[in-house]
């Protein structure tokens, strides 16, 4: 049997990609009983697809079903998310002729299902026992728990990449781009789910503070596999931002954000710092739009979470590398 019954929401991405070949390269320790696509890096139909390609790559198409879900945020507002610079136009790279090959035709591996329905019915099938693995932004889970206000009640847990500490952003001189694309959803999330299951956050400095050495992803990039050749030509266009970072000074390595919340998920060992409060996800401003707020000294305030929140602060690099390194290599 399974250790970890796992549903994962995303939007592919460079990242979540790693993140969701580390998830499987563990099956069947963990189970994966579904992926759930939002709109985020790029548009749904691209995460859709992306998705498609990175479950055929592990041969899983028939053991991990996917769902489209939310096309847009919340709230809509006039202003554009474009994160294509990293992850290219299509989300991974603009390497579709690498095994498996983007093709529209992969869209007839998606369930007819919505992500948000079937995020509801499996948590009623798996009550209890479901752990949501969140690397998107959290338009799904938010919908799904606007749908069903008790579905927080049958979540064991939930993992969550977003925010930032001490406002580091990399979508506005302050906020995270998770948060940033739907801090409504957000906001939701943690004002409805602390209270009834453990939550945890993996904020972006946590991330940035992990990257990979520039020896071992040169290694991770030497093997010859078909899972590293599938990485390597979609890391392309990330890597030459990566590399600049590193050249510069501001970057110590690699950093694949979404990574660190699998493997805090697959390993619990991994975290080796953190803290707790209450929190919250500033939706208004000019500039505060999707901040995480955190309070440090327990101030209180009726905008907060129901409960407190385990914030991850410093991981083990060992249990990381090592995570990753299996993925490629097994």
Not at 68 to 78: D, I, K, R
Not at 115 to 142: D, F, H, M, P, W
């Amino acid at each position: 049997m399974a250790e970890k019954i796992l549903l994962v929401d995303t939007d592919p991405g460079v990242d979540d990609c790693a993140a969701l070949m580390m998830l499987m390269s563990q099956v069947p320790k963990v189970k994966i009983v579904g992926i759930t696509c939002a709109a985020g890096n790029v548009g749904i139909r691209d995460v859709t697809i992306n998705t498609v390609r990175i479950v055929k790559l592990f041969n899983m198409l028939n053991e991990i079903p996917i769902f489209g879900g939310c096309s847009e945020p919340m709230v809509l507002l006039p202003q554009t998310q474009d994160s294509t610079f990293y992850h290219g136009r299509d989300g991974l790279g603009e390497a579709p002729d690498v095994y498996p090959e983007r093709s529209e035709s992969l869209l007839d591996h998606v369930q007819a299902e919505h992500g948000v329905n079937a995020i509801l019915r499996l948590s009623k099938e798996y009550a209890g026992r479901l752990q949501l693995v969140c690397l998107g932004a959290l338009t799904n889970i938010a919908m799904a728990a606007k749908l069903d206000i008790d579905l927080p009640k049958r979540i064991k847990s939930i993992h969550v990449l977003g925010g930032t500490i001490i406002g580091y952003g990399n979508a506005s001189p302050c906020a995270e781009y998770n948060f940033f694309t739907d801090p409504e959803a957000a906001y939701t999330v943690f004002r409805m789910f602390p209270q009834h299951c453990k939550t945890e956050v993996v904020p972006y400095e946590t991330t940035t503070a992990h990257g990979i050495r520039p020896d071992l992803f040169n290694k991770l990039m030497s093997v010859d596999s078909m899972r590293a050749n599938f990485f390597k030509a979609i890391f392309s266009t990330a890597k030459i931002y990566e590399d600049d970072l590193i050249a510069k000074g501001l970057s110590q390595g690699y950093c694949l954000c979404d990574a660190y919340v699998t493997t805090i998920v697959l390993n619990e060992n991994a975290v080796t710092k953190s803290k707790s409060a209450k929190v919250t996800v500033e939706f208004s401003g000019s500039l505060s739009r999707g901040s995480f707020i955190i309070d440090h000294k327990n101030k209180g305030s009726p905008f907060l979470s129901s409960a407190e929140v385990t914030i991850i602060e410093e991981l083990d690099d060992a249990i990381c590398e090592d995570l990753i390194m299996k993925t490629f290599t097994e």
